[in-house]
């Protein structure tokens, strides 16, 4: 039997078209591209592709893999947002509602975001599942957090501006890698003062001065330590550490981020890999994140009412 590829993925921008499918033509074999539920393309952000009678399993697999790396790239030269999926259902029938459509002599088939390979039978049915849900903030909540927070607006400073921002468009993304990435962006942001104090500024002089002066070293080596310390570098991720101590908060909350900015480094440098952790990114990102930065805000307002006209980040420590 003849063997089918499919590839179900989110597109950011749907296409212009009133037409519910269009014919396309890949590498010498031609397929189709259809909206969920047969709605006008223009409708849909879900899109699927499919290419029939391949005739066999390896064939199928090796033109499926470069189905997807076509949509991919084509997105990216498109400058448009693509869901790839990881190749797994997300979501189905029970078996009850399989049994009936197996007495009626069809096969319910999993509904894959991400690349499928099946052996086609003719007798395969996908379903198609949408639902879009609003939740709802009550008015009078919304107003009261409104007139409780304006007197401490006053205090919020650029820096703090800035981050809280950071934390809510990290409330609009909807992919649980952009969220996580943006709210370890408004921790971050928090942290671009000066890498080091004032006191580790004049170590470090007395350091240079010492090492340049050693005689326990040829003159030449001894100047290449004390060239060495002009450029001493502190991560970003111990300006957050001496950042979060600051703030009052403990060294729990420390270990908590310290543990996220691994789990984020491992995800954005590839060591880490699989979309299943990015849930778990998003959810202890949005937690000490949060955290964090409203300890940033409470400090700002101990500190007392910040000049309106300011202009300069990072006037507070």
Known sequence: MPWTVRYRFIISHPLTSDASELTLSLGGRQGLLVGDGGMPLRQCNWLTMSFHDIEDERTAREFGHLVSRTVILAAARLGIGIDPGNDRPRGGVGKIFSDLVAAQGR????????????????????????AVGNVTLDPSAFVDVLNASFQD??????????????????KTAGDPLAEGALCVSAVEYLSTDEPWTQAQLDLLAILKTDAAACTRLPETEAKEVADALNSVFKSIR?????????????????????????????????????????????????????RIVMAAVDKARAAGPAPLSEGRVGDRG
């Open 238 to 290: 111990q300006s957050i550490k001496r950042r979060v101590f600051a703030l009052g908060l403990t060294r729990a909350d420390w270990t908590l981020f310290d543990d996220l900015y691994t789990l984020r480094s491992g995800l954005f440098h590839g060591s880490i890999i699989g979309r299943d952790r990015h849930a778990d990114f998003a959810a202890k990102a949005r937690h000490i994140c949060t």
């Open 153 to 170: 607006s006053l205090s919020v400073g650029e820096r703090e501006k800035t981050a809280l921002a950071l934390i809510a468009l990290s």
């Open 107 to 130: 096969k319910v088939m999993p509904n894959v975001h991400g690349l499928m390979v099946y052996e086609c039978e003719g007798n395969e049915i996908f379903f198609a599942a949408n």
